[in-house]
């Protein structure tokens, strides 16, 4: 059977960029569409109707939503090359866990440090840190989550470095100077193809986030 | 090789979550020690165990600790041969995890708000969000077969027996209602089937006691200003 692939998506999501960045790993043929979110098509209201987002992945006509799960349906069904999980179930349920824990806590911090002002945006900001500290502690010596090659932490987490810029000119911090082993984790994935091409430019991304905050209001 | 030895959990009596967790081990049949934690004391092994979150449930498998109650059935399911309770092919995998994490990120965080935020605006608000989760959870969600996925209670059958079980005792306790088996009945039919299995039963904390014991939380937020 032909396999075809269609990530509906939008450019500045690191949602959409784990999605993109397991494909690329995997070596996967696809067709790429850029929603616009103020004006979604009816194939991603079709294709999500629960929650009307992207990234949606659509192999063979069927759809896949939320980001994470979807990684894991690409390692699942295309396990041939590239495994993004480890096979051990210890390994496993570790690499769940922390996917998870960033999911909850990176994206939440980060957001609130662009669009919240004064006391509420120091303690995102705080919170940001201790959870980057908290994640540089579970890395170790290991070039990446995964060992020796990128696995489903990395991808879960490294679409986040994307915004760094904009988090911190927005958020008044330096990031590098607090976790500087993270970054140097960041850098050393961005030389891989697969996250390399997947990833925009961090100052795209900040003229994006100016604009929204602009949009919103936040100034 | 998996083996039995050496299986321990440290739960709570009367958590949905843990009960997920007794749920996978005991339909694999697999023999652990069962240690109760206290909420209010939480043990040495607890807070070294899962020093993330600091909650239950934790499974330790030969001393190694597997923590947030979903990761733990999988792990169970993988580590652990004899039914399956994930489906076999990615598809029904993924459909699986994504209503799992539908209840856990959408049913369930406006149903706690109903029932024990401490404002009542906000306690109002929150049923309102559970009955829209739950609205499209009964619209979109298809049940293929006795259970979730067929014929033996599966992973999203373990994912959605907090709604089952514990959500019309919540409500009750907490005087409010989002959900019936009346108002939605392919959940109630679903939920029937879930209930009604013997291995389920054996991990249902009786209800009488957790109706007394959120009647009693929710008695206590109400009453202090």
Known sequence: MANEVTLLDFWPSPFGMRVRIALAEKGIQYEYKDEDLRNKSPLLLQMNPVHKKIPVLIHNGKPVCESLIAVQYIDEFWNNKSPLLPSDPYQRAQARFWADYADKKIYDAGRRSWTTKGEEQEAAKKDFIECLKLLEQQLGDKPYFGGDNLGYVDVAIVPFYSWFEAYEKFGNFNIEAECPKFIAWAKRCLQKESVAKSLPDQHKVYDFVLQMRKKLGVE | ?225
């Not at chain 2, 005991?26 to 240690?35: D, S």
């Not at chain 2, 024990?116 to 559970?130: D, F």
């Not at chain 2, 709604?163 to 009750?172: C, D, G, K, L, S």
């Open chain 2, 1 to 225: 090789m998996a083996t039995n030895q050496q299986v321990k959990l440290l739960g709570f009596a009367g958590s949905p979550f843990v009960a997920r967790a007794e749920l996978a081990l005991k339909l694999k049949g697999v023999q652990y020690e069962y240690i109760q934690e206290s909420l209010t004391n939480k043990s040495d092994l607890l807070l070294k165990s899962n020093p993330v979150h600091k909650k239950v449930p934790v499974l330790l498998h030969n001393n190694q600790p597997i923590c947030e109650s979903l990761v733990i059935v999988e792990y169970v399911d993988e580590t652990w041969t004899g039914h399956p309770i994930l489906p076999s092919d990615p598809y029904h995998r993924a459909l699986s995890r994504f209503w799992s994490r539908f209840i856990e990120d959408q049913v369930m965080p406006p149903v706690f708000k109903a029932a024990w935020n401490p404002n009542k605006q906000e306690r109002v608000k929150g049923a309102e969000e559970a009955r829209e989760a739950l609205k499209i959870l009964d619209k979109e969600l298809k049940v293929n077969g006795k259970f979730f996925n067929g014929d033996s209670v599966g992973f999203l059958d373990i994912a959605a027996l907090i709604i089952f079980y514990w959500v019309p005792i919540i409500q009750e306790a907490s005087e409010f209602n989002v959900y019936s088996g009346d108002k939605y009945p392919k959940l109630g039919k679903w939920s029937q089937e879930v209930l009604n299995d013997p291995v389920v039963k054996g991990v249902l904390p009786p209800r009488d006691v957790l109706l007394s014991f959120f009647k009693a939380r929710f008695q206590s937020i109400v009453n202090s200003k």
